[in-house]
């Protein structure tokens, strides 16, 4: 399905381009449907299969993708970078921007006052709402020490990024 000769200038966000899995696949289609529109991340890992799925497609990573390891190691211990990953975006020369959520809270870019932010919510971030998550990373108490500080900052800012979505889409109850 491809729209064609659509006038509308469209960029989807994704989390980041890290393993092939469901969100990918959304992100997948979503891309036949909108050949054109490059696809923002905040970061991606080279040669992974998700990476080589897109590699003939415009990916834009964010700044933290250029930093040593952050992709391999570090992504998940500096979340609290978040706020400031997707704030160094300017979609405001769009005027649809569709975002791919879920982990990695994919909210909170700059927008032009008529561009339209459309979020497909995979889930919300399940280490964020206390939901149980498939590492269990806050086994450790100095684990769980930093995800009870960054994350209620998080959820902060996870809510205040979500009243200024313009469509939310979620494809489970």
Known sequence: MKIVNSPLRVALVHDYLNE?????RVLSVLSEIYPDAPIY?????????????????????SWVHYIPFFSSKLHSPLRFLTPLIWGSFDFSKYDIVIGSASWYITKGFKKGKNTKEICYC????????????????????????????????????????????????????
């Open 122 to 173: 995979h889930t919300p971030p399940r280490w964020l709402y206390g939901f149980k998550t498939s590492v269990e990373f806050q086994k450790y108490w100095p684990v769980r020490l930093y995800a009870i500080i960054v994350g209620h900052f998080m959820r902060l800012y996870d809510f205040a990024q979500a009243q200024k979505v313009d469509v939310f889409v979620a494809n489970s109850k």
């Open 41 to 61: 991340t905040a970061f991606y890992k080279k040669n992974s299969t998700t990476y080589n799925h897109f590699k003939n497609r415009q990916i834009i990573p």
């Open 20 to 24: 092939f899995g469901g969100a990918e």
